[in-house]
């Protein structure tokens, strides 16, 4: 496990940021730290911050139960620690930022609405789950359901960003809206699994069912990737769009092939087993080039 | 536990008592007694406060297989329900649209209502449903059994064996441990089996000769007549939700020629036009016949703008809901008794056809004179939560307030709804009637929806003056639940277990000569396993029946 770093005093004078450091591992029953969220501690001095509430299991505890906190009256929370069974964290914020060095459990931004997330180690399962805005950056891994609708919910992200940097599990983006997901990392089944618009970007291509059920939306895989037969191939170039997609993804540090002599996007339609008014975008570089 | 009320203006329109001062005294029986005996344990100052009969729900689908489907098939809506929190008192649960056991208890006690009428159940689920009605605390709980596609039923009248029929029912009945007779969409269940429906009252149900949805309906009617059950028999009609489903509606009304019937949500039967795009209020068409047919009761079924679950056993309306919203859908079909549908829904106040429902149903409850015969439902959950009933009776007793309320519907709804003409303002003692007094007399529950001598001590209430934000009768002050105080200042103080009304009516005792072989020959469960057993009821009672006209002779055992 990862070593728990000791933070001094933060800064000189007024705090611009709290910090939040983990002093106690969380390794069986999960921590639901809900409000760990800039939306909930910007207006708190450290005393209110160290009296929030977070549930171990069904217990209800202090966060600083758990957490050595400095710094007060911020939107910007740092946290230090291996964070991976700390559930929720970031729940539907709607400004500032949470940077997490070390690992983030479940539900990471579940529910955002503005702000950012960065992570600099791995997260779990529903980063982003039906978020309406904002930015998500995970460096390492991510489990699955990024951006999906939770269970039953009609759909899933609404709008905003999430970049895995490492591979994600199972039903990436299922039932999206809109927004975008990029995932640098092999992913596994049903990625786009009953889309109904936005865009996901696999870098490194993605396991069985891609896209299935896809009503609408656009998924790019820069790696061949097995296809349903209900997905259609309609034609070989580079769209125009993927110009601009390629200049936003630039600002984000991603690069995406765009040149026409190197390679083309094949296109394929689908999933025709419903509307069928989505798309899947493979790039293949020319051969012999 | 005697408890005395004093000072308070009690509303008992059974009894002729109209916003009168005086002192309610309920004995150690938990029944209201007739003089104040002075020895009360207990005395509620309830000065400047309106005393009401509990509530009394005709409608509404809070137990059994159906609901538990629901409730299966909706975790978004349970996701953002209201939180039941364990206490050493209170169990945990979630509100919502598809409550808990022990939370639709704390709900309906919570706002004033102390009876129940679960309108929807299959003999095969009969038991399920006895088992969670074990654990709805608090409120009195009665059942409907669903006959109007049971094929057996169904087979006998295809051969004119109407006595056989009735001395199935009858059986059926003692049987499920259920009150009185829900008839869904008559025949059109049965068709959905073939994939067809019932659209057509005089046409041959598919998968028969001769049964039409008419002669279910007419013969269903007729054996709850003779078998003299407290409750007529309860008729969710063919073409529900259907544009222009005025005629049938009207048609089904003539057709019963004075038998006893009471018209569920009856907004969803009350549409004129031709389709979706030419759809307008039937309101004032249907009210018209209703008031002209003694014989009927109804509830209205109305429907609250924001999400609903639709939960029938009209199969095949619940699959052309779900084709027309694109929502999902859940589809259950119970070997030969009947079938189930579940659609969640958003009633949006944008949506013009949404605007006409709503309006519809505010217009039956307006348009209709005799508030003896129209009761306040929202068909829960399929027109909106019942603890929602407060907004609506806010609508009823305020015409300013529903103007207004009006003026938010899209302006190509207001020719085609008679609702802004309506200026009728409900007065307490109306308000009183259809939703306590009213429905239990159709309920055939005489010590239910009144304070007289003799009725059960369930007692709401209210402060005179509304909530800051305008809605009166959400949080009663007390609710008493056969004398016992069960609801103090908003919270729930003490749990009581309510009581499951049902009926034992006479039957052929060679009736189960008929159904053992014929059941094993179609069921899936032995016969012996069929019915449900008494102790699977928590305090049970009896209705006595009535019976009228030829009667075969009556069995003396009770079923098992």
Redesign the interface.
Known sequence: MRAVRIVGAVGIGRATMISLTLQRSVDTVPLEAESICPDVIAGLDNNAVRALPVYLGKRQCRLDDFFAVDGENSDEIELRGDLRKVRWIGRGMSRGRISIDGNAGMHLGAYMKGGTIEVSGAASDWVGAEMSGGVIRVAGNAGGQIGAAYRGSPRGMTDGTIVIGGSAGLEVGMRMKRGLIIIGGPVRDFAGLEMKGGTIVLRSGAELRTGAWMQRGTIISLRPIPLLPSFLYSSSYVPTFMGVLARHLASLQISLPVDQQVGVYQRFLGDTSVVGKGEILVWGAHTGA | MAVTITGGRVYDPANGVDGVVKDISIGDDGRVTADANGGASRTIDATGMLVFPGGVDVHTHVAGGALNFARG?????Q?VARKFVHTPELRAGIGGLTPTTFATGYLYAGMGWTTVNEAAVPILSAKHTHEEMHDIPIVDKSTLLLMANNELMLDLLEVGEFERAKSLVAWLLCASKTFGIKAVNPGGVAAWKWGKNANQLHQPIEGYSKVTAAQIVMDLARIVDELGLPHPMHLHQNNLGVPGNVSSTIETMNMLQGRRAHLAHLQFHAYGGQDWSTMRSGAKEVADAFMKHKNLTCDVGAILFGDAVTITADGPWQHFLHELTG?KWGNLDVENETGCGIVPYVYSDHKLVNAIQWAVGLELLLLIDDPWRVYLTTDHPNGGGFWRYPEIMRLLMDVEFRRSEVKKLPPEALNRISLPELDREYSITEMVIVTSAGPARALGLKQKGHLGAGADGDVTIYSAKPDADGVMFTHPRYVLKGGKVVVEEGEIRALTEGRVFLVHPEYDPAIEDFLRPTFQKLYTLSFENYPTEMTRLKHPETVPCAPSGSSAPSASAEPR
């Open positions: 098939l909706v975790p978004e809506n996701r929502r």
